[in-house]
């Protein structure tokens, strides 16, 4: 008697119902789901960062360059770089430039703007710039033609 109450117990509970499966097919979709979507964001922010590390570092390339002329030379203008330039970089980049002199000194603005390929389509939905601004004074005569003696 306790083996054909064992048995038919056994038997019973042998496997799953169809309900228990769909409930752990919806659980498991939901969450395949949300972890697609993160990736899909984080995809997006590195892109983004990426980006504006290239901008900056191109920013800086530039407001250097002009630190580095000759005052008397110092003038405002653009420039392009894409993937046709350096081949590290994918992106089409427009880097402007402005000069403003007053006096000895001169106030200069690098702005570097580009697209950004986020959408589904693949075209610019915004465009996104970085800024850099600077002041730059001119050597003094004094400055200029001293000689320091080791």
Do not use: C
Request: hydrophobic share 40%; no cysteine.
């Amino acid at each position: 008697m306790l083996t054909r109450l064992l048995t038919r117990n056994y038997h019973k509970n042998r496997g799953f119902s169809l309900l228990e499966v769909l409930i752990t097919l919806v659980v498991l979709s939901t969450g395949l789901m949300a972890v697609a979507k993160f990736q899909g964001q984080l995809i997006q922010s590195s892109t983004l960062a990426k980006n504006r590390t290239i901008a900056i570092n191109l920013a800086q390339d530039k407001m250097e360059g002009l630190r580095g002329r000759d005052f008397a030379l110092l003038a405002s203008g653009t420039d392009t770089i894409d993937g046709s330039n350096l081949a590290s970089i994918s992106e089409h980049y427009v880097r402007t430039w402005r000069v403003a002199v007053d006096g000895t000194n001169a106030t200069v603005e690098v702005v570097v703007e580009w697209g950004d390929y986020s959408s589904a389509s693949g075209e610019v939905s915004t465009d996104t710039s970085i800024q850099l601004v600077s002041h730059i004074s001119a050597p003094s005569a004094i400055e200029g033609g001293r000689l320091v003696d080791p």
